[in-house]
């Protein structure tokens, strides 16, 4: 028994000086909500009260050595097969979000912090946290807003305040029809109007290009779906989340994020015009429910855009529809054409 403990102790030694003394650091420091490493080597630090800030760097071999040594301590493996580890630090406890090549381009992972102290409800009423009756009123005011801000404006202009609202945009459109182009351009906005955002990639051929600093592409490669992305990416403190085409039962978890806390993505799917994107997304979401989700894709979905081929000009395509998700009801789908 004697012995077994000095070997944790020894695992959990190794694990600390591999994670090193900046990240060491950062977790024994109070404020820290998570500690993050990027694909780039770059190391990034939430605060309470605090946007993400860069901290330090990570060598690729360091990561994966702590990787090695994390799985180790709790009996699994990381690898070329098994690229995703999820698990709890056995240092403290911390949530450990860890992904390695092909699903990134280099090693990435995401430590989020145990809470260090608890919120009774009598400070969740007097820090205003608590949803009052007016406050379940915002969500249909803000589209209200959005849909008399846009209204009458030119289709870039409409783009771009989706963008800074902070709105999910959906791109259909027949194959090579320029979806995967539009969303780049839509991810160069993002750079232009918010560029501190922490964006998460998710796609199976790696097209979409993203100048955000803070940004991880993932893959979905070989045994890891484009379902198993979405589920890690949640753990990796996404600001936005971006697939760059929605396929099978992914699209309710997407939706789920974009509907909970991760508003201000983009995603691509096929379909031949605005308001079959939308029906689209309903037999993919059926893919991993029985249950009707109209009411989730009218409030996850606020903008339509759908490209198509246009041999007659030069760039032989042409956005033909730009529509504002109203809502749904009496069985349709409420789109505002603008």
Known sequence: MVELEQVVIR????????????VTAC???SRTEDVLLNADSTLWIKRTHSDFEVVGKMTNAQALS?????AAIRNTVINHENPILETELPTDGSRFEGLIPPVVRQPVFAIRQRPRSIFTLTDYEAKG???TKDDALNRQRHRDQ???LVRGKRHVDVIRIAVEQRKNILVAGSTGSGKTTFINAVLHELTLINPDDRVLIIEDTPELQCNVRNSVALL????????????ACMRLKPTRIV?????GAEALSMLKAWNTGHPGGA????ANDARSALIRLESLVAEATAAPQQQLIAEAVNVVVFVDNEPTIKAARKVREVAVVVGYRNGAYELEYV
């Open 11 to 22: 695992r959990n030694e190794k694990l600390v000086r591999e994670l090193g003394p900046l």
């Open 27 to 29: 977790l024994n420091d």
């Open 66 to 70: 702590a990787f090695g040594t994390i």
């Open 129 to 131: 946290i608590l949803t």
């Open 146 to 148: 959005f849909i008399e």
């Open 220 to 231: 979905a490669v070989g045994r890891v779906s484009m379902l198993d992305c979405l589920r």
């Open 243 to 247: 697939v760059g085409e929605v396929r």
């Open 267 to 270: 995603a691509s799917v096929h």
